[in-house]
Every structure is written in C-alpha cells, then in structure tokens.
C-alpha cells in the first residue's frame, strides 16, 4: 500500500479540483469506458473519479482498458482493488466490443515518448490510428453512448512560430512527416480525422482535447522532457542541467487540473469540437530550473551547454484555453510553483517508502 504521507498529497489534490464538483453532474451514476487506462492520464481519471464517489456520492463507475492491466495494481493498489474500478485487459488496436453498460468513452491510449516513437515507430503509429479506428467502431454498437472524447495532442499545431504567444484551436501549422520524430503527431492528426468521419457517417457524439504538457504525481521522472529531467537533477542533489536552449518556452498544467478539465469537456464539451488543454502561462527553460532549484532547501546549480546547432531549434509551446475558460467555466486551480513543489515532495515521499520497503 501507498505510505499515508504520498496518499495525503493525492486526495489534497482532489479535493482541490474537485471544488466545482457540480460541473461533472452528468457523470454521476454513469459507466465511463476508458482506454490506456493505467498509464499517467487514466491512473488521474481513477483517483479524481474515486474522490467524487467517497466525497461526493457520484457513484460513477470506471472501466480501464490496457495492455498491460496487471501493472496497474503495483502503480496503484489502492485503487486496483476498488469496486468502483473495472480492469480490462487487451490490446486497443485488437478491441472487438466496448461493454454495453458503458454510455460515456475516454480514448487516451497512446504514450508521447518519442523515444519509443524512435524505436518502435510502427507500434506508435498503429496504437494511435487503429487503436482510434477500432474503439470508434465499437462506439457505433454502444446502445446508450452520451459522448466520447478523443484524448489528441497539442503538437497537431506543428511547429508554433516563436513570435505566436498561444496556440488557439483554429491554428493549423504544419507537420514534418519525412521525419520519425513527427510519427506521434502525425498519427494524432489522423485520428481526430477518423473522429470526423465516424461522427459524420455514423452521428458519433465525438470531442477532442488537445493536452500539451503536464507535471505531477505518477509521471516518471526519466521521461525526455526538461521539467521531469530538473526535478530528476534535483532530487539527486544536482546539478540541473538545461541540454537545449535555455530560452525554449513550454508551460505545464498540474494534473489534477488536467483531469478535472478532460472530464468537464466529457460532460459538457460541444460534439465537433476541440479544446486545448493546458497552462497559458509560458516559462523558459532557464526559468524553469530557477524555479525547480529554489524548491529545495540548499539550491542546485545550474548548468547550461548550448551549442550553435541548438540555438537554432529554439521553440514555443503554450495553448490559449481562453474556450475552455469562458464556455465550460473551467480556471487553473493550481500554478506553476506549487505543482513544482507537490511534485517533488511525491517523489521525494515514493523514494523514501521504495527504500523502506527495500529494507524490508
């Protein structure tokens, strides 16, 4: 079991998320069918809906579909062994029938490493569009299916020009598809593709969000993005490193923030619709670490290599979520710092209990 301490950070979390509890009626006393169910996304579906049925008698039920069902109660055992959860073990892209009782769906299935882009770029490529295909065919036999949301990316804009503040839903940009590095999106745009043609053909009640990045509880810090690498950095007693160009913008959304605005979209969102999903706040990489670094006690040095070649890849990647905001009523609940700092006390708590059970 998850020591108290970790638990507490969780279920603080939610309760903050879930002050605008009324939001999410329509989900109460509903079956919600969700692929890629144990990974970062689905594991923050299951604690901020477990927090709405202790908290606030929603009564919803999960069904988690995943490959790799079986990891989830290791990650997770508090809420494997959950009533209101559901474990379905099968590959997404071999998915025949969806249960009948489900009337909401959440397609997340898909992981953005492009390491594993690089790889095994076939397999990120299939997951993606047949994984898509194959749950919006099972949607079209579900009796009493009320919405379902496509979980897309925010890197469908392409490429965002360094002098374009946010990306706004209208923005179409252009993807470089002679590159592995572009298979994620690339497969990302076809399935919001295959989601205009299903809800075209077959009247399928389809909504997209657009996530763009994310820091919090339950994503690994060897992940290949720059936050998870300086909380990593830190952790370890530093330095904090910045490999790119330190003048790089990414915001970041805290995840709880993240889930609760994913599942507003499932009740309310506009079938046809996009929403980005994300913190409009940019920060640049050097920011960053300055901020990582000040969270803890005796602050890391940072260290900064930049080469030529680096210089000229400089990016930016912040949404404006100013639909969200003003049609769904939806706000960050949780900035920059403290999402920093909540994070880092996680891990801090997970590395403390992995060696206490390690003792053992």
């Not at 953005?112 to 749950?135: F, H, K």
């Not at 339950?218 to 490193?241: E, H, K, M, S, T």
């Not at 409009?280 to 080469?307: D, N, Y």
């Amino acid at each position: 079991m998850k020591s108290s301490y970790v638990m507490d950070i969780i279920q603080e979390d939610c309760a903050n998320a879930s002050r605008q509890a009324e939001l999410l009626e329509a989900l109460r006393g509903e079956t919600i069918f969700i692929t890629g169910g144990t990974g970062f996304v689905g594991v923050w579906f299951c604690e901020l809906v477990a927090h709405l049925n202790d908290q606030h008698g929603f009564g919803t039920q999960l069904l988690l579909l995943s490959g790799r069902a079986q990891s989830f109660s290791a990650k997770a055992p508090h809420l494997a062994m959950r009533k209101d959860v559901t474990l379905i073990e099968r590959d997404v892209r071999s998915l025949l029938d969806i249960p009948k009782e489900a009337s909401w769906i959440i397609h997340a299935a898909g992981s953005p490493d492009n390491r594993l882009a690089a790889s095994d770029p076939l397999r990120v490529a299939q997951v993606i569009t047949r994984g898509t295909e194959t749950v919006l065919d099972a949607a079209t036999r579900l009796p009493n299916l009320k919405k379902f949301l496509n979980i897309s990316s925010g890197l469908v804009y392409g490429a965002q020009p360094l002098e374009r503040e946010r990306i706004p839903e209208g923005y179409s940009g252009g993807l470089d598809c002679a590159s592995v590095s572009g298979i994620y999106a690339e497969s990302k745009r076809f399935a919001e593709t295959l989601c205009v043609a299903y809800r075209s053909q077959h009247r399928l009640p389809v909504v997209t969000a657009r996530p763009f990045a994310f820091i919090g509880p339950y994503q690994l810090l060897d992940r290949p993005w720059a936050v998870n690498n300086f909380i990593r950095d830190g952790l370890l007693g530093g330095p904090i490193r910045i490999l790119g160009d330190g003048q790089t913008v990414r915001s970041y959304m805290y995840p709880s923030d993240m889930v609760f605005w994913l599942l507003r979209i499932l009740a309310a969102g506009i079938p046809g619709q996009s929403y980005n999903v994300g913190s409009p706040h940019g920060v640049t990489l050097q920011q960053l670490a300055e901020k990582v670094a000040a969270c803890f006690p005796a602050p890391p040095k940072i260290l900064s290599r930049l080469s030529p070649e680096q210089a000229l890849h400089r990016s930016r990647f912040v949404p404006d979520v100013r639909l969200a905001e003003e049609t769904l009523g939806l706000r960050l609940t949780v900035d920059l710092e403290n999402a920093l700092r909540r994070t880092i006390l996680w891990n801090q708590a997970q590395n403390k209990l992995m060696r206490v059970e390690k003792a053992r």
